[in-house]
């Protein structure tokens, strides 16, 4: 199926830009990257590399490439960036998710929690591990505030970026665990098992990808956007209906950084 793009955006949750998604748009390809520096904190400027350069492989790639090929060639690119600068410890040092449009295949590919929209059907749902950590994070919040806090007190605390930092630790420990209730699936240089490897048919008409700094995806940019923004003006600390791991806080735009494309896909 060939595509052609329709609607594209990419903005970081913090004021001065940063952003650790990319957006992705090749001939062959679309989608989106997701980066993550773990709870061990990557440096920024080897996540910034390692984006970079999946961003570039990806650009170069062969449009018949398989997912399986994929998937190693972007898992040793991490690996090899990992080990030149002295990290042992692959789970605790992030890497991203990916979810990618293969014109040659017709197929949408995903490792991880981006998400995508595809003439209406959806299959996005958040890892349980992720969901657990999300639920404390709320529970500790509504916590605060049953004592007296209030959110924009909570939000200027030292603590309050560092709320559920124990459990994100022990989340990551289940990245890329075969046959385990708690796992979540990532490129981090370990390989990926085939329980976290998607591949979905696509169906001609529209398809969005998106990262996961959009609760609710939509079929054009601003309705997505307009949805966001909703989430973020009555859930502010993101523990009710948008309930994540992290929320909004001084300097920040949003919860997280957000990419948006949409294409037309033709038979």
């Excluded at 529209?206 to 973020?232: F, K, M, R, W």
């Amino acid at each position: 199926m060939m595509f052609s793009t329709i609607e594209t955006f990419a903005r970081g949750k913090t004021n001065c830009g940063y952003s650790e998604d990319r957006l992705v748009q090749t001939p062959n390809h679309f989608g989106v990257l997701d980066g993550s520096r773990g709870p061990d904190a990557l440096a920024k400027d080897a996540i910034q590399e390692i984006l970079d350069s999946a961003c570039a492989y990806i650009g170069q790639m062969p449009g018949a490439i398989s997912l399986d090929q994929l998937i190693a060639d972007l898992d040793k690119l991490v690996a090899v960036r990992k080990q030149a600068i002295g990290v042992s410890d692959f789970r605790s040092t992030g890497g991203f998710v990916f979810c990618l449009y293969s014109a040659h295949h017709r197929e949408i590919w995903r490792v991880g929690d981006c998400k995508f929209r595809n003439n209406g059907f959806e299959k996005n749902t958040m890892f349980e591990a992720e969901a657990i950590c999300a639920v404390a994070r709320a529970m500790i919040l509504k916590s605060k505030l049953n004592t007296g806090e209030t959110p924009q007190s909570i939000m200027t605390a030292p603590d309050y970026p560092h709320l559920i930092d124990d459990l994100l630790v022990h989340e990551a420990t289940f990245l890329n665990r075969a046959n385990e209730p708690f796992g979540v699936g990532a490129i981090i240089g370990s390989g990926v098992p085939d329980d976290y490897i998607e591949r979905i048919p696509a169906r001609p008409g529209h398809l969005v990808i998106t990262s996961d700094g959009y609760p609710v995806v939509c079929d054009t940019l601003a309705e997505t956007e307009e949805q966001l923004n909703n989430h973020l003006s009555e859930d502010p600390l993101c523990m009710d209906q948008n309930r994540q791991c992290k929320g909004l806080a001084p300097g920040l735009q949003s919860f997280d950084d957000r990419t948006f494309i949409s294409a037309a896909i033709s038979d």
